[in-house]
């Protein structure tokens, strides 16, 4: 598997997994554990991605240390969000659908049990860390708000309140760190946690899954309820569709940047068809179709 990129598909039925041998640009399906369990969210290490984590329902967040091939528990909770930083860190936060926050500093290995905020009980939580190691833990929630915390998860404040419930998703600006982008009730806001959060003028619904992409003009990618990502290079200011071979597959559930290149996503659908685009989300090529419903993506590389 020397210098291959791997794909970490998680679907309704299982994690899905791929190896592009030498980077030849041909994924070959390699494997697919836990079937029968939905997979709602995966995390490889960029520095070392035969580590990697899947939030795996009914088993717990199970962990394999040779690239998805054999796996263990590595912590007895339903997680619903996985998350950490994309550089060379063992650093991995995740989030159960009560809104109880787990970190591990040793990627996976041990868990510690984040304080909680002054949040009720809620029934799913969606989980962002700043970019680049940043110290910023951003935690959206089924009632509308956002909290933050900027110490590990050793105590949290409120970051934004009133948007529409629930959270669908959320990520940290490439432009303004330190500011959000927010998908609520089919609307995107930018938020920057003092002022009431703005919703941008969007082509149509947002159907949840949206993700930044790094670079001189960061690009800013959110899913659309028919099909189809739209795409903009300003912030929002404006909006263009982006093309795929073939169709979407129904709603993208999923846009997931790659580690290892700025230019690299991949987002996959509702109707089993997983795309990658190698532009920064202008065009998308079909890489696998016919796959069950999936949930979460990760792309990382061998070196």
Excluded at 111 to 122: E, H, K, L, S, T
Excluded at 139 to 157: C, E, F, I, K
Excluded at 250 to 265: E, K, M, R, W
């Amino acid at each position: 598997m020397a210098k291959a990129g791997l794909l970490f598909v998680g679907t309704d039925d299982g994690l899905v997994l791929f190896s592009n041998p030498n980077n030849i640009g041909r994924w070959l399906r390699i494997g697919q554990p836990f079937r029968g369990h939905a997979v709602r969210a995966v995390w490889p290490l960029a520095d070392n991605p035969l580590v990697v984590l899947a939030a795996v329902a009914g088993l717990g967040v199970q962990r394999s240390d040779d690239g998805g091939q054999s796996w263990g528990q590595a912590l007895d909770v339903e997680a619903v969000a996985m998350a950490g930083d994309r550089a060379s860190t063992p650093q991995i936060y995740l989030s159960t659908g009560a809104g109880m926050v787990y970190r591990s500093d040793d990627a996976g290995t041990s868990w510690i049990d984040c304080a909680a905020g002054g949040w009720r009980d809620v029934q799913d939580a969606r989980l962002a860390v700043a970019h680049e190691g940043g110290p910023a833990i951003y935690l959206g929630l089924g009632d509308g708000a956002v909290w933050v915390s900027r110490d590990g998860g050793a105590s949290w404040a409120p970051f934004a309140s009133g948007l529409p419930a629930p959270i669908a998703a959320l990520v940290e600006s490439y432009a303004l760190p330190g500011s959000l982008y927010v998908v609520a009730g089919g609307a995107l806001y930018r938020c920057d946690g003092e002022s009431p959060c703005q919703p941008l003028t969007i082509p149509g619904p947002a159907a949840g899954a949206l993700a930044t992409l790094a670079g001189k003009n960061p690009a800013l990618l959110f899913a659309q309820p028919a099909g189809g990502i739209a795409r903009s290079d300003d912030g929002g200011a404006t909006w263009a569709p982006a093309g795929a071979e073939g169709d979407w597959g129904g709603a993208v559930t999923t846009i997931a940047p790659a580690s290892y290149h700025i230019d690299t996503a991949f987002a996959g659908s509702a109707g089993g068809r997983l795309l990658g685009s190698s532009d920064r989300g202008r065009t998308w090529q079909l890489v696998k179709q016919e796959l069950p419903p999936i949930r979460s993506i990760a792309a990382a590389r061998l070196a």
